[in-house]
């Protein structure tokens, strides 16, 4: 196993929107200031590694990213705000250019995160390397 990437923090509705229409994969952890329970994730999804067949696929698909975003702060996370729950967006594959998460995840269901984002990269590596 290798160490995953940096986490990177999303201040912005502008920064958020820029992230998710990059290319590669986002994995983005929703959070609000009051949330107990998002406050205890934080360090687990800050250290998650990643196995070699993630790596490998980051490597070819255009990248990942893991970020976190205060629901607090960006418009598009409105309806995070009441919830006392941590929650994953999974952004990339084919829903990439839409800006739409191709997967909601309630709570640190680590298996889950690394299926979607399995997922995610082989679809996106398939966009990227088909003939035009």
């Excluded at 960006?74 to 967006?89: K, T, V, W």
């Amino acid at each position: 196993m290798s160490k995953g990437p940096e986490v990177l923090e999303v201040e912005t509705q502008e920064a958020l929107d820029e992230l998710i229409k990059g290319s590669g994969v986002v994995v983005l952890d929703v959070y609000t200031g009051w949330c107990g329970p998002c406050s205890c994730i934080e360090p687990h999804f800050s250290s998650m590694n990643m196995d070699t067949e993630i790596d490998a696929l980051a490597a070819t698909g255009g990248g990942l990213q893991f970020a976190r975003a205060c629901a607090d702060n960006i418009e598009s996370l409105e309806s995070y705000r009441a919830q006392a729950c941590p929650r994953f967006l999974i952004f990339g594959g084919v829903n990439a250019s839409k800006g739409t998460p191709r997967a909601d995840i309630q709570a640190p269901d680590t298996p889950k995160i690394t299926e979607q984002v399995l997922a995610a990269l082989e679809e996106t590596t398939a966009i990227l390397t088909a003939p035009e």
